[in-house]
């Protein structure tokens, strides 16, 4: 069986979990939490993040590179476009999303969520603002340019439709909402993937997970 | 025509001329450097990175995507594998390559060869020392573990030889070259990866363009 090493609440774990449910595809979930030091787990994953898959002979590291193994290896229903344009276009997006946006989005989470909680220490605010301020405003002014008004991205519900959603989940655990008034594609597209079965069947282990439920 | 915005001697930018040359697919390089704050090219793309490329509606950034792009776009001869396990194997060397090795070799280039050139400055060389001594070897060592011995990786030359090599083709460029006592394997691959000929005519034209002709 398929074994996926992470945990609940990583945007990046998440997304796997959540193509592997609607794939319909059975998995083991071994619990490792990132940048571990664990000799063990740096022979499967160097960089010592989540999420990374071993699947018999074969170990991936990388969301991205695992959700586009998984959409390969169990074509349906398809997460990626099958248009080579419109596939690249999803590769970018998700690129991005799980680059720049996520490093923006996870430092929120980090500081006014995990290092409170795990760390017993305040949240530096004054990063905090430059982010929410100065840093996110031009990716989020870009997001809301690619987005459509009131449908997913690609007609379907796809990989590059949650991957843009996955870091506003975690930044919505620390209190930052997308501004639906600025950008409205962004903040509806955030809530339809939310609304989507499979994602909210996650959402709500993981807040079991992290002590939200 | 295809557009690739970007300037000879990145890393990045190298994999994408290097892939249009082998296809054989004509392009016009639009000179743009990276991180300015040219707010036209920030709407193509909002990291302000190279390369980017346009290709008539489309617009892509990110080198790894632009490659799978023209992989998927003009096929022969192909650059990924087609073994669902290889290619997504490919894709997890290449991400490692363009992330985590490529900040610190280009941390490296920077230092040595750009700080002095471009901003008169005296490189760093307790955080080059650093790098060389404590970051990079596990990197190596992982990277040893994953590429045979005396031939590409996959058989014939492809995109996961060329983005593992390429960030160490910049290092060579600030004196630093990987020790093919310790990591022959990733020693041998760079070399074979130089001695191919669209390689050489792209290295060629970029050490004309960085002045070390």
Redesign the interface.
């Known amino acids: 069986m398929i074994k996926v090493y992470g945990v609940h609440g990583s945007p990046y774990v998440r997304k796997v979990f959540i193509a592997l449910d609607i794939k319909d595809v059975p998995y083991e979930i071994v619990r490792q939490m990132p940048f571990s030091e664990d000799a063990k787990y740096?022979k499967i994953n160097?960089?010592g993040k989540i999420p990374s898959l071993v699947d018999e002979?074969?170990t991936?590291?990388?969301s991205?590179?695992?959700c586009?193994?998984l959409d390969?290896?169990y074509p349906k229903p398809r997460l990626y476009p099958m248009r080579?344009?419109d596939?690249?276009?999803a590769?970018?997006y998700e690129?991005?999303a799980g680059?720049?946006v996520s490093e923006l989005a996870a430092s929120i989470f980090f500081q006014r969520f995990m290092r409170p909680l795990a760390f017993k220490q305040e949240p530096d605010e004054e990063l905090i603002a430059r982010i929410i301020e100065k840093d996110l405003p031009?990716?989020l002014?870009?997001l809301e340019s690619q987005i459509p008004t009131g449908r997913f991205i690609f007609g379907d519900f796809m990989m590059a439709d949650l991957s843009i959603a996955s870091p506003f989940i975690n930044a919505a655990y620390a209190g930052y909402e997308v501004d639906e008034s600025r950008w409205p594609n962004l903040a509806g597209l955030v809530a339809r993937v939310r609304a989507q079965p499979q994602v909210a069947a996650v959402l709500e282990k993981e807040q079991r997970a992290l002590g939200l439920d």
Chains 1, 2 share one sequence.
Do not use: E, N, S, T
């Open positions: 740096l160097p960089l002979d074969l991936l590291c990388d991205k590179v695992i586009q193994y390969d290896a080579a344009d596939w690249a276009r590769l970018w690129d991005l680059g720049r031009p990716m002014d870009y």
